[in-house]
Structure formats: C-alpha cells, structure tokens
C-alpha cells in the first residue's frame, strides 16, 4: 500500500487548510487510516483514525471539534479539514494505513503504512 499525502501550506492563526492522503497499490480488504502528526521537537502523535467505511472515527482531544476527518473509498481517499488552527497545528502531517476493521490502538507505531510528510504551518 502507497499512501500520498497533499494539501500542507502556511496559514493564519483561525485560518483553515484540508489535507488528502490517496492509497495505492494492494488497497483491498478492511484497513483504517489515520492521520499524525510531528511538531519540531516532539514526538509523533495521533491526530484522527477513521475506520474503513468512515463509520468510526477517532480524534485526539487537541483537534476534537476543529478537525474533520472524511473517507471517499471511491477515491481511495481520506480527507482532513482542519479548521481554526492554532500555531501549536504547526507541525508535519503524515497519513498512515493499517489492515484491520476496526479502530484498535491509535499507537502510531502500530500502524504498518506510511505516506511522506506535508508541512503545516501556522503563524499567530
């Protein structure tokens, strides 16, 4: 599986930005995606999970509310609208596949499938 991720930029504090990540490749059968995160100096840390039909969805208590995590399995697309960012959004955003069908742990090191980074950048 080949995750792609797109839509990083810089914006303004309050401003918003969506994310896509597409999968390639052996994409068949149940996995989830998640969306992570890593800000200069920090570890990795989970943003949103969402289960293969869009059903389920985690998102840490640091987004909850702002963030909107969407699945177009047409697409092999997940989406991340982010809304009123903060500078502490700041950071690079991965997306992240596994095979299983339900959330499971949000432990970025369970997850078997990465994409390349997109920088988001938020300036107060």
């Known amino acids: 599986v080949q995750l792609q991720a797109s839509g990083g930029g810089s914006v303004q504090a309050g401003g918003s930005l969506r994310l896509s990540c597409t999968t390639s490749?052996?994409?068949?059968?149940?996995?989830?995606m998640g969306w992570f995160r890593q800000g200069p100096g920090k570890e990795r840390e989970v943003v949103t999970v969402?289960?293969?039909?869009?059903?389920?969805?985690y998102y840490s208590d640091s987004v909850k509310g702002r963030f909107t995590s969407t699945r177009d399995k047409d697409k092999n697309t997940v989406y991340l609208q982010m809304t009123n960012l903060k500078p502490e959004d700041t950071a690079i955003y991965y997306c992240a596949a596994d095979r299983r069908s339900g959330l499971g742990s949000v432990n970025p090191a369970t997850f078997d499938y990465w994409g390349r980074g997109t920088q988001v950048t938020v300036s107060s």
């Open positions: 969402i289960t293969w039909n869009g059903g389920n969805t």
């Open positions: 490749g052996r994409t068949t059968g149940n996995y989830i």
